[in-house]
């Protein structure tokens, strides 16, 4: 009776397979449909995948968050507003931003595409830009509040923006 042992060294997979050498075409036939089986399923775990996380708005809290708007935001009218976050180049994509209005206030949620998964990425920042339309409902003081993360922590930070809105 001969033994033989496969060595499966997938990054995912260690450790190895031994079983009994058979004559018979069935057995062989088995055995390497379950070490195809098996390898298949190693690579499957080994695979990365893009998801979805509330966006980095600041590196750390000595950093201001990124935003472009208008010198004049008028009450009733849409008005186009830029907000930067950050991430690693080839890992990070903006996904979108979710905007809701309550009274005077303006949230505004980023949220970007991360890779996570065995792809090196590099740490080289990249800039992720999240353009939307805001409207404040009445003339007054208003307040711009945009939640993101800090850095690689998972906390909420909350950073509001008072604005003039005129008439």
């Known amino acids: 009776m001969r033994y033989c042992s496969v060595d499966l060294a997938a990054p995912a997979c260690d450790g190895h397979l031994v079983w009994r050498r058979s004559n018979s075409p069935s057995a062989s036939r088995s055995i390497v449909l379950a070490i195809l089986a098996l390898g298949t399923a190693c690579s499957l775990l080994n695979q990365g995948d893009w998801g979805v996380a509330r966006a980095v708005i600041q590196g750390s809290a000595e950093d201001p968050v990124s935003l472009e708007l208008p010198a004049t935001i008028t009450a009733g009218v849409a008005t186009p507003v830029s907000l930067r976050t950050d ?39 990249c800039v992720c830009a999240h353009t939307v339309n805001i409207t404040f409902p009445a003339a007054g003081v208003g307040t711009l509040r945009v939640m993101g993360r800090r850095g690689i922590s998972l906390a909420v930070v909350v950073v509001d923006t008072v604005l003039n809105v005129q008439q």
């Not at 990070?92 to 595409?113: C, I, K």
């Open 87 to 125: 991430g690693t180049r080839y890992c990070t994509r903006p996904s979108h931003t979710v905007v809701s209005t309550a009274g005077m206030v303006v949230t505004l949620e980023p949220y970007d595409s991360i890779y996570v998964g065995d792809l090196a990425c590099p740490s080289v920042p």
